[in-house]
């Protein structure tokens, strides 16, 4: 019988996401104080503060909740979740660095991110469906349910269109399918049309991928049914084919996103402005940092929405490398207690839900934290706990009640 989630793991789970709440909320005040007029000065710290309140009720009040009320409501809430996703393309609107897309709901003059609460619903139904195996999925046949319950979420994200939101549910599906102990090559083939996707930019590398996939799948062949290598060949033949025609559907604003990903100077007065001051706001920190407010590029507002996709930035400028590398071992240590709450849950659906949450975090943080320096396209998608967003850091909290119900769970 495994052994309850200690009180290190529960208590440096909740203690390590109020730590990096209130370091979110610090840094949002500091991203207010410019030496220009700027709508961040406006108390926006006070909002998140706010919301983090809220969302130390919401825990106090959900952690109680017993686990099989979470079961029970996963697959009500996750239809619930998807309508809701379907009246938004409707009726949405855009906010914030999201003017242009159909992301949010207003009720009562409260905007709300309905996609967020998606993930949480998409988490719980995903890991009722996988917790009811009795074996891990041995065929990429058994993971056709799993993805199709993904993927009407993200497509009608993707629709909206919110690239950098859509990645998260990417997380969790492939977070999950890991957690359900699926074999390293399939899962390999499952993301494999995606990387055909990315190749396909170059003939020569995406011929020489098609042929290491199909050696791959060759020497794969007795665990695999011949329909599945087959389709596996076609999904990324596919892929490859629609990756013109995708690239020339892309706005123009999306196109340079990608290109100055590869050089930013090839625009750096307009699309490539983001990243270039990003990289000089972090790389001018140093070792230490400028201090506390104390940034440069950030008062004089050169950090693009520094207040919500690019704060990371303004914590690099202001508390330099050591500042970053401590606030990245908070996420490595959040990371780690989710791990160990996930091997000690005493039931399946437990161990699952904590790992699809993980999932999600770990996506945000690794696609923020790299769009900053450079590592990664910007797909505007905040950082966990730490960018400002009410409805997101209610949820993420939420969340994280959640992961503390299901963790005590009797089996």
Not at 158 to 170: N, S
């Amino acid at each position: 019988m495994k052994a309850r989630p200690t009180w290190l793991d529960e208590g440096g789970f909740t203690a390590t996401v109020l730590v990096l709440s209130l370091v979110g909320v610090a840094m949002i005040y500091s991203a207010g104080v410019l030496e220009v007029p700027s709508r961040i000065t406006e108390g926006l710290w006070l909002r998140q503060g706010f919301f983090l309140g809220a969302g130390i009720v919401g825990l106090l009040l959900v952690s109680r909740f017993p686990s099989r009320m979470f079961e029970w409501a996963a697959m009500p809430a996750y239809v619930l979740a998807v309508g809701v996703l379907a009246v938004t393309l409707v009726v949405g609107s855009g906010a914030g660095t999201a003017e242009g897309v159909k992301s949010f709901l207003s009720i009562g003059g409260f905007r709300f991110q309905p996609a967020e609460a998606a993930k949480i619903a998409t988490v719980l139904a995903l890991a009722v469906l996988l917790a009811r195996r009795d074996d891990p999925p041995r065929y990429l046949r058994d993971l056709l349910t799993p993805a199709a319950l993904v993927a009407v979420p993200l497509v009608l994200v993707l629709l909206q269109p919110d690239l950098g939101t859509a990645l998260a549910f990417v997380g969790i599906f492939f977070a999950m399918i890991f957690w359900a102990r699926t074999p390293w090559p399939l899962i390999i083939f499952a993301a494999s049309p995606g990387v055909a996707l990315i190749l396909a930019y170059s003939a020569r590398v995406w011929s020489v991928y098609i042929v290491l996939l199909a050696i791959g799948l060759y020497l794969y062949r007795y665990r695999l049914y011949l329909v599945e290598s087959v389709s596996v060949i076609l999904a990324n033949v596919a892929a490859g084919a629609v990756a013109q025609p995708l690239w020339n559907s892309l706005a123009d604003y999306q196109r340079n996103r990608l290109l100055v990903f590869l050089d930013p100077g090839l625009d750096p007065r307009d699309a490539g402005w983001q990243l270039i001051q990003s990289k000089v706001a972090v790389g001018s920190g140093g070792l230490l940092g400028k201090g506390f407010t104390a940034g440069t590029q950030k008062r004089l507002a050169f950090i693009p929405e520094q207040h919500t996709d690019f704060i990371f930035s303004v914590l690099g400028e202001e508390f330099g490398f050591i500042g970053t590398l401590l606030l990245l071992a908070l996420f490595g240590f959040l990371f780690l207690r989710m791990i160990r709450m996930a091997e000690a849950a005493r039931t399946p659906f437990a161990g699952m839900f904590i790992f699809g949450i993980l999932g999600i975090w770990f996506t945000h943080v690794f696609i923020n934290v790299g769009m900053t320096v450079g590592v990664v396209p910007i797909t505007g998608i905040p950082l966990p706990f730490i960018s400002y967003g009410g409805s997101f850091l209610l949820m993420s909290w939420l969340a994280a009640a959640t992961v503390v119900a299901v963790a005590n769970a009797d089996p």
